[in-house]
């Protein structure tokens, strides 16, 4: 295992349009978490999963974003009628659950660039 | 979770120690310090944490004043690859949290030839 991969690692899209992003974690790491950084900012906190549950929030995601995580291993992050706002990266990350044994921080992916035009 | 402050930037030559501060005055006594960098392009990557005592790891040192008000990151031999942000976080034990990380602006620390 590689660590955590996110997929695409780029998207431009046009304005209205919906997209899709998929994050594989890494295999025995049963939380999940999504994460969106714009330019000169550091990441804030969009969601997080324990295995398949998604169980926060932020008030950032709107009614437009939605994630899921089916069988509680890869997720989707979905944004439906995309804005130009939406423009970020955005990250997932994943990690064990600490009532597990020693926890070493969570393991971020690369990140998926979105670039609404 | 406690809020903390760090320089925007800072510089170091290569092969000196880089020490970054972050200042967290209003820390609890359950609440741990971590640090994370993003190297361009890149997701963040966890360097270290700790509570009270000092740490060490392979890739840094982690100094804890005794009041716990601040704390300081040791990049003891910075190379041209530390170059990156560096995120000092504060929270609380991460099994009484949902596990979210609230992220500052960093300092970006830049080493130079």
């Known amino acids: 295992d590689t660590g955590v991969s996110q997929d695409p690692r780029h998207k431009i899209t046009k304005r209205g349009q919906n997209v899709t992003f998929r994050c594989d974690p890494i295999?025995?790491?049963?939380?999940l978490y999504w994460y969106r950084q714009t330019l000169g900012q550091g990441p804030e906190f969009l969601t997080y999963f324990q295995n398949e549950a998604q169980l926060e929030k932020s008030r950032l995601l709107s009614d437009r974003f939605s994630a899921e995580r089916p069988k509680g291993s890869f997720s989707t992050l979905e944004i439906q009628r995309t804005e130009q706002g939406d423009s970020a990266m955005y990250l997932c990350a994943s990690s064990l659950d600490p009532g597990q044994g020693a926890w070493y921080g969570y393991t971020f992916g690369s990140g998926t660039r979105l670039t609404v035009v | 979770d406690a809020k903390t402050t760090q320089p925007p930037s800072m510089d170091c030559a290569e092969g000196r120690a880089a020490n970054l501060p972050c200042n967290h005055s209003t820390i609890s006594g359950n609440e741990y310090v971590y640090w994370y960098r993003q190297i361009h392009s890149q997701g963040p990557q966890y360097i270290i944490h700790g509570l009270k005592n000092n740490e060490t790891n392979e890739m840094a040192s982690l100094i804890i004043t005794e009041d716990r008000k601040s704390s300081t990151l040791i990049l003891p031999h910075a190379t041209l690859r530390d170059t990156a942000v560096y995120y000092c976080?504060?929270?609380?034990?991460?099994?009484?949290?949902?596990?979210?990380?609230?992220f500052g602006q960093g300092t970006e620390l830049s080493v130079k030839p």
């Open positions: 295999s025995e790491h049963n939380r």
């Open positions: 976080i504060v929270r609380g034990p991460i099994y009484n949290q949902g596990g979210k990380l609230i």
